[in-house]
């Protein structure tokens, strides 16, 4: 995979907020040294978030959003601003675009109290400087600390025209970004150098044609980081692949359509787990994915459940999320409920109706946006899980799936 190849999910996601006409775009500009976004005078020059996935030293992949401004009139300018919203569901730093000589607004303010409550670390960037009177040195100098709710903030002073402190912008931007988690592991904590481990990768309609999906590439690359030693077969070959083998692996990683077979031929005293169930570990919802899936036993008949996946793909005849999951579910509960299914960016912002969410593995959603659409069902009351966990429970097998993760106990 080459550095163009990173997926948006792995990329650092760094949104750009602000008034019309705080230099929101001129800053994007300055601050990827590429003209991404138109700039004038006129308000509201920008209509859409504008994405743009690059290398940026010394930060590393990252999406650079810019947005709409928040302080956007009328119907269509109230729709810009819904949209500005949205950007915060996936966005990892924000970069609040103030004009130096007018100070915080009052909408400025209310992104700020988004921020917080999303626990969204953000950097306060007073722009324009080069038309203000003298600033003092220290006025130049970047802030840093943690707010109530001990989410990094920053504030920094720039002129975006004149390329005052932009340098400085990005290394702030860096800092925040690695005080708000870093690089993780997906199974590198999990193993040991030398360890051997099975990846169990079902060929079927379904697979992409000549490719792995992204948390087996995932997965095989994080081993090969931490010296383990990944072994990849179907899984009408993994009984003849362990009997093969001289040593005992360390784990055996299903896909979540196998798990049950699966379950049957690997030995009780080897770890299994699903590429899905650690994706949900890898993006930081793991434990609400477990509690949501007991309410599969509470699911009678007509209830509303959603099935989720953050990426788009033409669904084939035996689809996981729109064929097998479905099947599984009216079989484990023995009723028929209503299955909703949504993809991509179109997750609902209203579930109350919903008795159960099944989201995805999430791999093509970084983790700002998994965590948010998880947040949104618990702020509404709605048990969320996703696919590996909830196939592991419906067939009694997520307590021994767990069993190679310390942190979860079941």
Do not use: W
């Amino acid at each position: 995979m080459g550095l163009n190849d990173i997926p948006s999910g792995e990329r650092k996601h760094i949104a750009f907020f602000g008034c019309r006409n705080a230099g929101k775009s001129s800053l994007v500009n300055a601050f990827t040294g590429q003209n991404l976004s138109i700039v004038s005078d006129t308000k509201g020059t920008t209509t859409d978030p504008v994405n743009k996935s690059m290398e940026l030293l010394p930060l590393g992949p990252v999406v650079i959003i810019d947005t709409p401004g928040i302080d956007d009139e009328g119907e269509l300018g109230s729709l810009r601003v819904e949209k500005t919203k949205q950007v915060l569901r996936k966005t990892d730093i924000a970069i609040l675009v103030i004009d130096a000589r007018l100070g915080l607004s009052q909408a400025d303010d209310e992104l700020i109290t988004l921020f917080k409550a999303r626990n969204i670390p953000y950097i306060l960037v007073y722009n324009k400087v080069d038309l203000l009177p003298v600033l003092r040195k220290e006025d130049f100098e970047e802030k840093i600390a943690k707010n109530e709710t001990g989410v990094a903030t920053a504030q920094i002073y720039v002129s975006a025209k004149e390329g005052i402190n932009i340098e400085s912008l990005k290394e702030l931007a860096g800092k925040l970004i690695k005080e708000s988690g870093g690089d993780r592991d997906l199974i590198g904590d999990l193993v040991s150098e030398g360890d051997l481990i099975v990846l169990v990768i079902p060929i079927d309609k379904a697979a992409p044609k000549g490719r792995l999906i992204l948390p087996q590439q995932q997965v095989i690359r994080d081993a090969l980081d931490h010296g383990a030693v990944p072994v990849m077969c179907r899984d009408s070959e993994l009984a003849e692949t362990l009997n093969s083998l001289s040593k005992k692996p360390r784990m055996v990683i299903t896909d979540s359509q196998a798990f049950k077979e699966v379950s049957e031929i690997v030995p009780e005293d080897i770890y299994l787990t699903s590429f899905s169930i650690l994706m949900a570990r890898y993006k930081g919802n793991l434990v609400p994915s477990v509690l949501g899936a007991t309410q599969l036993d509470e699911i009678k008949e007509g209830d509303r459940i959603l099935i989720s996946e953050g990426c788009t793909h033409h669904r084939q005849c035996g689809d996981i999320g729109s064929v097998k999951l479905p099947n599984l579910i009216k079989k484990y509960t023995g009723v028929t409920p209503k299955i909703d299914l949504s993809s991509g960016t179109e997750f609902p912002s209203e579930l109350g109706q919903y008795k159960l969410i099944i989201h995805c593995g999430a791999c093509m959603l970084n983790s700002a946006e998994a965590q948010s659409r998880y947040r949104l069902a618990q702020e509404q009351g709605v048990p969320i899980t996703n696919y590996g966990t909830a196939i592991a429970y419906m067939n009694g097998i997520l307590k021994r799936s767990l069993e190679v993760i310390p942190e979860v106990e079941i």
